[in-house]
T-cell receptor, first 118, second 110 residues
């Protein structure tokens, strides 16, 4: 079971509001990701971070911004929400799994935040 | 970059039958291929993964096969149960840089 958390789980907000979606993980993973999942269920990478003070844009252009001040925390912010931002946002992290001489990196997802902008 | 294609987009099987979902990838440098199950209202959950140094991996009713030459990998679910109904995603690339398939909605009917 992955220890990665997202809040809020559901959010309904009016156009123009500023919102921050929270994501935290307790696994000590260096790498964290934000995906946007459209109604057709496709997953699109919008931001990622390979460590503290490191953030990069993903494959899908997004008006959101992210920050990584602490290893365990990777919030996503929309300065001015619009109806086009309505979507499910999934946070993930990846790190090494295993023991002994064999360590393998694996990516885990949080439960998601479903955002509706009116 | 990597391109992952997944088929079929929907799959309906009777309880007890097997289900097979297939994915292809384009980048020969890809070395990690996970499968995720997403139930309604939840995030994707890793159910099995395979790395390029093995050709097959099994975990109870779930197995994954990888053909590096043909650049395709498949998820096999045997003895399907109603609780297997969900959307399944394949991924390809590295654990730090995954490209996902478009998902398969599996429906297991009684």
């Amino acid at each position: 079971e992955a220890d990665i958390y997202q809040t809020p789980r559901y959010l309904v907000i009016g156009t123009g509001k500023k919102i921050t979606l929270e994501c935290s993980q307790t696994m000590g993973h260096d790498k964290m990701y934000w995906y946007q999942q459209d109604p057709g269920m496709e997953l699109h990478l919008i931001h990622y971070s390979y460590g503290v003070n490191s953030t990069e844009k993903g494959d899908l252009s997004s008006e959101s911004t992210v920050s990584r001040i602490r290893t365990e925390h990777f919030p996503l912010t929309l300065e001015s929400a619009r109806p086009s931002h309505t979507s499910q946002y999934l946070c993930a992290s990846s790190g090494l799994l295993g023991g002994g001489v064999l360590y393998q990196e694996t990516q885990y997802f949080g439960p998601g935040t479903r955002l509706l902008v009116l | 970059g990597e391109n992952v294609e997944q088929h079929p987009s929907t799959l309906s099987v009777q309880e007890g039958d097997s289900a097979v979902i297939k994915c292809t990838y384009s980048d020969s440098a890809s070395n990690y291929f996970p499968w995720y199950k997403q139930e309604l209202g939840k995030g994707p959950q890793l159910i099995i993964d395979i790395r390029s140094n093995v050709g097959e991996k099994k975990d109870q009713r779930i197995a994954v096969t990888l053909n590096k030459t043909a650049k395709h990998f498949s998820l096999h679910i045997t003895e399907t149960q109603p609780e297997d109904s969900a959307v399944y995603f394949c991924g390809g690339g590295t654990a730090s840089k995954l490209t996902f398939g478009t998902g398969t909605r599996l429906q297991v009917t009684l």
